[in-house]
């Protein structure tokens, strides 16, 4: 099976689908996980957002804006079809693998020509169940993947470097658009393009304007519908959140010790065993520096699960194909990477049915129906009352809702906070730490529309 990627001939990369499309249909078919917390809050930010409601502006919610524009364009088609978003997410890990292995053949980052990076990398994607869907990780690391390849090409192209550099930004930008705290990756972007890439200060100032112009664009966007200073103003609440810990450390660290040992090994045989062009060496440093600011980036993230941990599958791919590039002895290669591409994901799925399981907090729980004709406004971290309901309200992410209403307020953001309250009226609200009783306290109008319909529980009169 390893040989059989390893000829240069792009047919090869049928078997890339083939295997995916395997591996699809099993989870698929089995459903052993159902509709997270995270997927389900994509999904209603989706349908408040097909209403004609903006996140950060009528949405308290830490989604990207371009992402929800995406959830919201998808809802308007398809509604909760939860199918849709599962194919979705495929076909882009399947475009990412390509896009990916094509890159490494077309700047020489590799020896030999083959088509085991794109094998490794839609293996990699089945570390965590949650990478395989779409999410705003998924969908921001597309364009950090593709800043990536034009850094790349940087390091091999002895022309005018003009296109690329701008590029650069505008595809990071875009990536913060799509996944706020992907913003870490500016200061890569300055730092590779400097030190590795030898960028001018022309070429620096002209990537920083990519980078700016899609964030300008948003911007503009929320100025038209009156939203700009709503978005500045909510917006890096998403940042101040705790962290919500739905797959320990420890359960990541069990499972990649397989595939960082592959990937430490690549290393050592591609910088230490085996000698180097200049470009390969620069190729290199680049890859490790994003593994370490990847690495960083997880520091950032409030929801802590497996779908935040796609931005590290483009560099631990590279290092585990040096490892079967280098290491010729063919019955323990050809072991190590049966292990890898079947062994390895029936592993994680199995792991995390057992753990999911013992911590179920990261599932919706479909047994908790409610009983209303209207919305539901759930003030908590458990959004499954909104599985078989809607949102009607202004808040959605609980974390960000808590910041936003215990911070102190001036007398423009007191009366926008009751505008929201009073055009989003909520049928029934859940309120079992009593954040909206409070809010009904301090104003008397909105006190008489609803009434006490038990404990934490208010409905619309």
Excluded at 290 to 312: H, M, R, T, Y
Aim: proline share 4%; aromatic share 16%.
């Amino acid at each position: 099976m390893l040989s059989f990627f390893k000829v240069n001939d792009p047919f090869r990369l049928l078997g890339v689908v083939f295997y995916l499309i395997l591996l699809s249909l099993v989870y698929l078919l089995l459903d052993p996980f159902g509709l997270t917390q995270s997927q389900l809050s994509w999904l209603v930010a989706g349908e408040r957002a097909a209403m004609g409601y903006l996140p950060f502006h009528d949405i308290i919610d830490d989604s990207g804006a371009l992402s929800v524009a995406v959830f919201g364009s998808l809802d308007y088609f398809f509604g909760r079809n939860i199918l849709v978003y599962e194919l979705l997410g495929r076909g882009i890990i399947l475009w990412q693998a390509i896009y990916w292995n094509v890159i490494l053949i077309r700047f020489r980052v590799f020896d030999e020509v083959s088509y085991l990076p794109a094998m490794v990398v839609v293996a990699l994607f089945h570390f965590s169940f949650d990478m395989l869907s779409l999410s705003p990780a998924l969908m921001g690391s597309c364009f950090l993947l593709l800043a990536l390849g034009q850094l790349i090409s940087l390091t091999v192209l002895q022309k005018e470097s003009s296109e690329s550099t701008l590029l650069i930004g505008l595809y990071t930008g875009l990536a913060v658009g799509f996944h706020s705290v992907f913003i870490v990756f500016l200061p890569y972007l300055i730092f590779a393009g400097i030190v590795i890439s030898g960028f001018s200060f022309r070429e620096l100032l002209l990537s920083l304007a990519g980078f700016i112009l899609p964030i300008l664009a948003i911007g503009t966007f929320y100025f038209w519908n009156d939203g700009l200073w709503n978005l500045i103003d909510i917006w890096p609440l998403s940042f101040l959140t705790p962290r919500t810990a739905y797959q320990s450390l420890s359960s990541w660290a069990i499972l990649s010790i397989f595939v960082v040992g592959l990937a430490i090994l690549g290393y050592f045989f591609c910088a230490v065993l085996r000698g180097s062009t200049i470009n390969q060496q620069k190729q290199r440093q680049l890859l490790i520096t994003w593994l370490f600011i990847s690495s960083l980036e997880l520091f950032l993230i409030k929801d802590q699960a497996g779908f935040q941990l796609v931005v590290l599958i483009p560099t631990l791919g590279y290092l585990i194909t040096q490892f079967f590039h280098f290491f010729k002895r063919a019955l323990p290669s050809n072991l190590l990477f049966l292990l890898l591409t079947l062994v390895f994901p029936v592993i994680c799925g199995w792991y995390w049915v057992i753990y999911l399981e013992k911590n179920p907090n990261y599932l919706i729980q479909e047994d908790k129906p409610i009983e209303t004709e209207g919305g539901v406004m759930a003030l908590q971290n458990d959004l499954s009352p909104l599985s078989n309901s809607y949102l009607d309200g202004p808040f959605l992410n609980y974390e960000m809702t808590r910041l936003f209403l215990k911070r102190e307020k001036s007398y423009r953001q007191k009366a926008r906070l009751f505008q929201l309250l009073e055009t989003q009226k909520s049928a029934k609200v859940l309120d079992p730490n009593g954040e909206f009783e409070e809010l009904l306290r301090q104003f008397p109008v909105l006190e008489e529309d609803y009434s006490k319909s038990g404990p934490g529980e208010f409905e619309l009169k």
